[in-house]
Every structure is written in C-alpha cells, then in structure tokens.
C-alpha cells in the first residue's frame, strides 16, 4: 500500500481546496439571492404595478431553472472540495478511493478535489 501524501505536500492542495470552497460559496449565494429573492421588476427598480409581458416572464422562468441547475451541479462540487478537505484530514488524500492505489500529482493539480486516479475515475464514470 502506498504512503500517504506528507502534511507538507497535502498543505498546497488544502489551501487550493479552501480557495475553490469559499469561492464557490460566494458564487452559491449570489445565485441563490439571485434566482429565490428577486423578480424582473425589483431587478431592475421598477416597482410600479404594470404588468410584465409573457416573454419576460418565460425568461424570467427560463433564467431561474438555469441558475438552479447551476447552484445544483455547484452544490456537488462543494461536496466533492469538503470530501477532499476530509480525505487531508485523516491523511488518505492522494490515494485512490477505490483501488488505494497513488493518484498521480498532475492529476490533483488539475481536478485537486478528485478521490480517484484516471483509471478507477473512468470505471466509477461508465457504471
């Protein structure tokens, strides 16, 4: 079984991890202000009582379901970045979650919150 990866080297990859968290928080947050808390009328400052055309509405909807998709495949990447910050924790980052084998370093430079090497990732993909 391979070594896991010294705190000095996970060290690097925490603070990338905690950046893409808090950034990603951020960007959850804005996005849900801005699909949950606010219509056309109070985007743009108009408050009067006059009615919105149909296709503003449909845009309007449109643009909600996309930000929720959005918070949604985001919310996912969050989870993937707090399991890697776990992984770091209790020093089982870098290796593979599914053979224990090494992932490689250009890997966790590329995709730092990825538990599995290219090979295991392909075979968890295609199931």
Request: hydrophobic letters at 35%.
């Amino acid at each position: 079984m391979p070594k896991p990866m010294l705190k000095t080297e996970s060290k690097v990859y925490k603070e990338r991890l905690l950046q893409m968290r808090a950034r990603l928080r951020g960007d959850v947050n804005a996005m849900a202000d801005a699909a949950l808390n606010k219509t056309r009328s109070e985007a743009s400052g108009d408050l009067s009582s006059m009615p919105i055309h149909m296709a503003d509405l449909g845009t309007d909807n449109f643009e909600q379901e996309f930000t929720l998709s959005l918070m949604a495949s985001e919310g996912d990447l969050l989870e993937q970045i707090e399991g890697a910050l776990v992984r770091i924790e209790n020093r089982e980052y870098g290796l593979c979650a599914e053979c224990e084998g090494k992932v490689p370093k250009a890997r966790l430079n590329a995709i730092p919150h990825t538990p599995y090497c290219v090979k295991c990732a392909d075979v968890v993909q295609s199931n």
